[in-house]
C-alpha cells in the first residue's frame, strides 16, 4: 500500500516568508510525528499527534512553528517568518497505535526547506 | 539525548554479514529496541525491533543479549544497497509521545 506521502520534496523560500509543509500519513495509522534533520544531525523530534488528544508540542522550538492535523488525517507544519537556521529537511512519520512500543513509525522522504 | 551507543562508522565487505552493534545499558523493563536506517536523501526506513527475544525478517536479524543491555542488528548478506546510516534506538517509555530519539547512528560503507 502506499507510505507516507510529503510534499512539497523541495522548497525555498525567502527569509521572512511563511510557510506549509504536508504530511499524508499511512492510512488508518492514527499517530503521526513531525521530526527534522539538519545537514549531518541526526533526527530532532518537533510535535506528535495522536487521534483527537492535545498534541504533545514540546520538540517545537519556537513558537513562529506550529502544525494541525485535520480529520486524524492531513498533517500541515506551518513555518513563519522563516529563517535560515530553519533550513533542513522536515520528515512526518505515522504509526498504528497510541504509544504503543510495539508498533513501528514510518516515514515519508521528507520536505527539504532552504531559506535564503 | 539518545539511550544508545553505536560506532561512528564501520565498513563490509560486499556478500558477507554486516554486524552492528548497539549499547543501550540504561534500557527499561517495557522499552523496546528499534532499528531503522537511512539511505541518502531518503527519509528513516524501519528495519526490525525486539524486547527481549531474538527476531528476524526478511531484511535483517536481531540479537539482543540476555541482560537487555547491548544488541546487535545483523544484516546476513551485505550488499551495496545497504549503504546506510543505521540508528539503534531505544523506544522511549512514558507521556504521550511514544517518540524516537534518534542518536548519530552508524555509518555503514559496504564495499565490493
Known amino acids: 500500500g502506499a507510505g507516507v506521502s510529503q510534499s512539497p520534496s523541495n522548497k525555498v523560500t525567502e527569509k521572512g516568508k511563511d510557510v506549509e509543509l504536508r504530511c499524508d500519513p499511512i492510512?488508518?495509522?492514527?499517530?503521526l510525528y513531525w521530526y527534522r534533520q539538519s545537514l549531518g544531525q541526526g533526527l530532532e523530534f518537533l510535535i506528535y499527534?495522536?487521534?483527537?488528544?492535545?498534541?504533545?508540542k514540546s520538540g517545537l522550538p519556537s513558537d513562529r512553528f506550529s502544525a494541525e492535523r485535520t480529520g486524524g488525517s492531513v498533517s500541515t507544519l506551518t513555518i513563519q517568518r522563516t529563517q535560515q537556521e530553519d533550513s533542513a529537511v522536515y520528515l512526518c512519520?505515522?504509526?498504528?497505535?497510541?504509544?504503543?512500543?510495539?508498533?513501528?513509525?514510518?516515514f515519508g522522504n521528507g520536505t527539504r526547506l532552504t531559506v535564503t | 539525548d539518545a539511550k544508545t551507543t553505536q560506532p561512528t562508522s564501520m565498513d563490509c565487505a560486499e556478500g558477507r554479514a554486516a554486524n552492528l552493534p548497539c549499547n543501550h545499558s540504561?534500557?527499561?523493563?517495557?522499552?523496546?529496541v528499534y532499528w531503522y536506517r537511512q539511505i541518502h536523501s531518503q527519509g528513516p526506513q524501519y528495519i526490525i525491533h525486539?524486547?527481549?527475544n531474538n527476531e528476524t525478517n526478511e531484511m535483517a536479524s536481531l540479537i539482543i543479549t540476555e541482560d537487555r543491555k547491548s544488541s546487535t542488528l545483523i544484516l546476513p548478506h551485505a550488499t551495496l544497497r545497504d549503504t546506510a546510516v543505521y540508528y539503534c534506538?531505544?523506544?522511549?517509555?512514558?507521556?504521550?509521545?511514544?517518540?524516537?530519539?534518534f542518536g548519530k547512528g552508524t555509518k555503514l560503507s559496504v564495499k565490493p
Open positions: 499527534f495522536q487521534g483527537n488528544s492535545a498534541p504533545d
Open positions: 540504561t534500557i527499561s523493563g517495557n522499552e523496546y
Open positions: 534506538i531505544v523506544r522511549v517509555d512514558g507521556g504521550s509521545q511514544g517518540n524516537l530519539i
Open positions: 512519520a505515522s504509526s498504528l497505535l497510541q504509544s504503543s512500543y510495539n508498533s513501528p513509525l514510518h
Open positions: 492510512s488508518g495509522h492514527t499517530a
Open positions: 525486539g524486547l527481549k
